[in-house]
């Protein structure tokens, strides 16, 4: 692995870790779909919470100059996961949760080709199609966290079915995703009431790893609220970029300094460019595509296999 010389190229703070990975998972009577990239998952047998329709979403044009294979899905109100299982599961698993402002999301920038160095590692992974909104509303990351709660709760009760432990279990938000991640990790109660006997399960994942969370700061500078870290605050990792125009990454510094001073194992590490929005393609004049492998180093200690 190239750590060492990867922590050369930008700031990084670092404390130690030990992890577990998250995916979601619906039993096999809530496939819906088989998806171009596999099987596509409901989470919801009804409508989801406070829904009257189940819409999967559509696709939204694409914007003058807007970068070839970036995908945006909007108007879900019916979230659903793409399944990537890994060839070899290693008992581990990843849900990605993509960016888009919580108007639409991002399934394959900030989703799917994430999937292949996962899987690599034996990791099983899911791309949450969470529901879209007005982001305009200061709760606007409610619905997607209940969709989270609810696929981790999957995840469990079908642990089985996807060769996972279920005390292996984390999540992965980019931008949008990655502030949706945040209110996920410090949650402290589930955002739904319970449903069906899945809703037995734990909600809470093992680990998280945010990739450029978008606006984790209200206008005082401060975490917004809901975003408390605590000791039951799972581990995490925080990747960003110096000069990010959307996503400032002293949300990510303020947030590993809560997690600091709660002694919570914790990694941050800031490249010095690569702006916003990269996923995991090359940026001109930046190393930050280099980012998959200090996670990929990040998984492989801080998840011991068997």
């Known amino acids: 692995m190239q750590s060492n010389k990867l922590r050369q190229l930008g700031f990084t703070a670092v404390c130690g870790f030990t992890t577990a990975v998250l995916f979601i998972v619906v039993g096999p009577s809530q496939a819906i779909a088989d998806s171009p990239h596999g099987e596509s998952i409901t989470l919801w047998s009804e409508f989801a919470p406070g829904e009257t329709t189940r819409h999967p979403g559509t696709a939204r044009p694409a914007a003058p100059k807007?970068?070839?294979?970036?995908?945006?899905?909007?108007?879900?109100?019916?979230?659903?996961?793409?399944?990537?299982?890994?060839?070899?599961p290693n008992g581990s698993a990843i849900v990605i949760l993509p960016g888009g402002g919580f108007g639409y999301v991002v399934t394959d920038l900030e989703g799917s080709e994430a999937a292949p160095f996962l899987n690599k590692l034996g990791i099983s992974v899911f791309v949450l199609r969470y529901r879209t909104g007005d982001n305009s509303q200061p709760d606007v990351w409610r619905e997607p966290v209940q969709d989270a709660q609810r696929a981790i709760r999957m995840l469990r009760a079908?642990?089985?079915?996807?060769?996972?432990?279920?005390?292996?279990?984390?999540?992965?938000?980019?931008?949008?995703?990655?502030?949706?991640?945040?209110?996920?990790?410090?949650?402290?109660?589930?955002?739904?009431?319970?449903?069906?006997?899945?809703?037995?399960?734990?909600?809470?994942?093992?680990?998280?790893?945010?990739?450029?969370?978008?606006?984790?700061?209200?206008?005082?500078?401060?975490?917004?609220?809901?975003?408390?870290?605590?000791?039951?605050?799972?581990?995490?990792?925080?990747?960003?970029?110096?000069d990010d125009q959307s996503a400032d990454s002293l949300g990510s510094v303020l947030f590993y300094s809560e997690l600091k001073k709660h002694r919570i194992d914790a990694e941050l590490h800031i490249y010095r460019s690569g702006g916003h929005g990269y996923g995991l393609r090359k940026k001109e004049g930046s190393t930050i595509d280099q980012w998959p492998s200090l996670v990929s180093d990040w998984l492989l200690t801080a998840t011991p296999q068997e």
């Open 158 to 242: 079908d642990a089985a079915r996807w060769s996972i432990d279920p005390k292996r279990i984390g999540v992965l938000g980019f931008s949008a995703g990655g502030q949706a991640t945040a209110f996920l990790a410090t949650a402290k109660a589930p955002l739904y009431e319970s449903v069906d006997s899945i809703d037995e399960q734990d909600w809470k994942p093992n680990f998280s790893i945010l990739v450029y969370p978008w606006r984790l700061l209200d206008d005082q500078g401060k975490l917004k609220a809901g975003i408390q870290v605590d000791e039951s605050t799972p581990k995490t990792i925080l990747i960003h970029t110096h």
């Open 66 to 88: 807007q970068a070839a294979g970036i995908t945006r899905i909007e108007n879900i109100t019916q979230p659903t996961l793409d399944a990537f299982p890994a060839d070899k």
